[in-house]
């Protein structure tokens, strides 16, 4: 029985999160683009939990014991945290992390005070914001320039319009700490990334004496750290690398590892015979008698309902389809053939005996981007982490039954 290998956790779906391979991924990213990263953990991380994440990938927590414990990047993998909004930081601060936190979308001229309190280094892209940020005395901030985007940060040639309130920032000590900017289309080679560089270097000397010495130049996601060569390098000192972290939207120079595994245990298995539908809309028709088995997860846990029909699943290391309709909470796939009882593992996202299903392949199998998949996934669905203990069964050949068990966080 697989129950007694494989401790149930408090739920019949969950997702497994492998610390371990989060943890090579980033390594793999900072070797690739030579400078450390501002590890991207917006979004709860992407739908994967922005604390453990963080703590996994080295980042500073006041715990003296957890810092005891997690010694795998004392180097310079990390220089900070990327979020999106206040609350995000505010998670990160209540949990004890004491590093860099960097929050790339503007905020408004209200959030300040608690941007401050959170000691959250804001992205400030008008006069107004940073003449602002300057009598609120505020902290290092950073400087985004829009190339090409067209959603944030100040317009490459109107960099000129800031050269008041920037030389105001100076005098008050308050020179911008870094500068940025962000590429559209960084997963093609289509020449834009070059044309937002020519952009954002023109932006930089035009502004050369407003700026310190010591400024931080980021420009890279993940997409243009594996598109860049290795051997054409940027004026860059860090990257902002979030998606390939977590092992989505592979691209072919870097080897990434599935770091999300989502799981159910079948809750009901029934025949149908020719004729008859499964699920809302009966979308789905037996042609002959079928094998049904169903799991309690759904689009309410973020296994989107564009898989209805077209997803798979692995049990005992074989692919199944998903058949009819995703619902909310349960889905249903066609086990016919191989040996599935209530109890048993069915593997939605990621890795069974010696099978993968990538976050990319079960995103394009939806129409969804990836981004979009992982960050669903955090409704929810309980996260169990695999540690970096050397818990984890590398090479994944052995059937989801023979894992260790997990630690519910
Ligand atoms: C989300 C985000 C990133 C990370 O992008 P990925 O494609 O996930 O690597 C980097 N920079 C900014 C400004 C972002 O908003």
Request: proline letters at 5%.
């Amino acid at each position: 029985m697989t129950a007694s290998i494989y401790p149930p956790p408090a739920s019949g779906s969950w997702l497994d999160v492998d610390l371990q391979a989060l943890c090579d991924n980033a390594a793999s990213l900072r070797a690739r683009a030579g400078v450390p990263l501002i590890a991207m953990v917006k979004a709860d991380g992407y739908g994967l939990g922005a604390v453990a994440v963080a703590r996994a990938l080295g980042a500073a927590f006041a715990d003296p014991a957890f810092r005891a414990e997690h010694t795998q990047f004392a180097g310079d993998l990390l220089w900070g945290l990327g979020i999106a909004t206040l609350a995000e930081a505010k998670v990160l601060r209540d949990a004890g992390c004491t590093a860099r936190i960097l929050c790339c979308t503007p905020l408004l001229p209200a959030e300040f005070v608690d941007a401050i309190a959170l000691d959250v280094r804001p992205s400030l892209h008008t006069p107004a914001a940073i003449e602002y940020w300057v009598a609120q005395r505020g902290g290092a901030w950073h400087l985004p320039i829009d190339t090409g985007m067209a959603r944030a940060g100040v317009r490459w040639d109107e960099v000129a319009a800031l050269r008041p309130a920037l030389s105001q920032a100076l005098q008050a000590g308050r020179a911008p700490e870094g500068m940025f900017t962000h590429f559209h289309s960084a997963e093609v080679e289509d020449g834009s990334r070059e044309t937002q560089e020519a952009r954002f270097a023109d932006a930089g000397s035009m502004l050369r004496e407003m700026l310190p010495a010591s400024l931080l130049i980021h420009t890279d996601n993940s997409a243009a750290i594996a598109m860049r060569g290795v051997a054409v390098r940027s004026a860059a000192t860090l990257v902002r690398p979030g998606i390939a972290i977590y092992g989505a939207q592979q691209l072919a120079t870097l080897a990434l590892q599935q770091t999300v595994h989502l799981r159910a245990r079948i809750v009901d298995v029934r025949d149908v015979f020719v004729g008859e539908g499964v699920g809302y809309g009966a979308t789905y028709v037996a042609a002959g008698m079928r094998r049904i088995a169903t799991v309690p997860v759904g689009y309410g846990d973020g296994y989107r309902r564009h898989l209805s029909n077209r997803g798979e699943g692995l049990l005992r290391g074989v692919r199944i389809p998903v058949v009819g309709r995703v619902s909310m909470d349960m889905t249903t796939l066609d086990v016919t053939g191989v040996p599935a009882v209530v109890g048993d593992v069915i593997t939605l996202i990621g890795a069974d005996g010696g099978q993968l299903l990538t976050t990319d392949e079960v995103a394009a199998r939806g129409g969804l981007s990836p981004y979009e998949l992982l960050v669903g996934l955090r409704l929810r669905l309980p996260r169990l982490y695999r540690d970096l203990a050397g818990m984890r069964d590398r090479d994944a050949s052995r059937p989801t039954a023979a894992y260790p068990p997990l630690r519910l966080a």
